[in-house]
T-cell receptor, first 112, second 114 residues
C-alpha cells in the first residue's frame, strides 16, 4: 500500500539554526499538510497546501515557518531560527481529495 | 475553537471488546476519524465515517456516531495484544475557513492484557 514517507526520522539541531523537514506524499495525492505534536499535547494543524500554494495555515504557522514543493514529489517544511519550544514530532499528511488524510511516521525534532 | 475530547486510558483483557469514546463540539463536522499510533510509529488511518452515517463496520471495528450528542465511539471486537496502541479521534469540516484541517483529541492509550 502506498505510504507517506518522512525524513529524517529524528533531527537534532542547535537553537537558532534552520531545519528542513522532508516529506514524500503519496504519488497521486493533491493535498498536503503538516501537523505537529508537542510531547503530551494534542496533534495540531500547521498548514495545508494545494495547487502549489498554501490553502490554510494555523496561528502557529508564523513567519518562522515556510513550506515548499520543490519538485513533483517532495513537500518540505522549513523552520528558521529554531526555538526550544519548536521541539516536537512533525507529521506530514497527504490526501487525494480533501479527505481522508494519510500520515507519515513523523520526524522527531529536538532543539538543544 | 473546535474541541475533541477522549478519555486517556483504557485497559481490557485479550478477547474482550474495547470501546473507545470521543466527544466533539463542532456541529458542522463532516468527517470523523480514528487513527492508531503504535510506539515509535506514525498515525495510521483506521477508519472514518461521514457525518450523514450513524454506523460503519469494518471487520473487527465498529464506529458509531451520535450526531445529536456529538459522540463518536470505536468498538474493537475480540481485542488482541497487537491492538495495544494510542487511538486518536479526529474531526474535520468542510466549512470555508477550515477546509480539510483535522482537529485531534489527546488520544486514548489502549492496553490489552493477555
Amino acid at each position: 500500500e502506498p505510504e507517506v514517507t518522512q525524513t529524517p526520522s529524528h533531527q537534532v539541531t542547535q537553537m537558532g539554526q534552520e531545519v528542513i523537514l522532508r516529506c514524500v506524499p503519496i504519488s497521486n495525492h493533491l493535498y498536503f499538510y503538516w501537523y505537529r505534536q508537542i510531547l503530551g499535547q494534542k496533534v495540531e494543524f500547521l498548514v495545508s497546501f494545494y495547487n502549489n500554494e498554501i490553502s490554510e495555515k494555523s496561528e502557529i504557522f508564523d513567519d518562522q515557518f515556510s513550506v515548499e514543493r520543490p519538485d513533483g514529489s517532495n513537500f518540505t517544511l522549513k523552520i528558521r531560527s529554531t526555538k526550544l519550544e519548536d521541539s516536537a514530532m512533525y507529521f506530514c499528511a497527504s490526501s487525494e481529495a480533501l479527505q481522508p488524510q494519510h500520515f507519515g511516521d513523523g520526524t522527531r525534532l529536538s532543539i538543544l | 475553537g473546535e474541541d475533541v475530547e477522549q478519555s486517556l486510558f483504557l485497559s481490557v483483557r485479550e478477547g474482550d471488546s474495547s470501546v473507545i469514546n470521543c466527544t466533539y463540539t463542532d456541529s458542522s463536522s463532516t468527517y470523523l476519524y480514528w487513527y492508531k499510533q503504535e510506539p515509535g510509529a506514525g498515525l495510521q488511518l483506521l477508519t472514518y465515517i461521514f457525518s450523514n452515517m450513524d454506523m460503519k463496520q469494518d471487520q473487527r471495528l465498529t464506529v458509531l456516531l451520535n450526531k445529536k450528542d456529538k459522540h463518536l465511539s470505536l468498538r474493537i471486537a475480540d481485542t488482541q495484544t497487537g491492538d495495544s496502541a494510542i487511538y486518536f479521534c479526529a474531526e474535520s469540516s468542510d466549512r470555508g475557513s477550515t477546509l480539510g484541517r483535522l482537529y485531534f483529541g489527546r488520544g486514548t492509550q489502549l492496553t490489552v492484557w493477555p
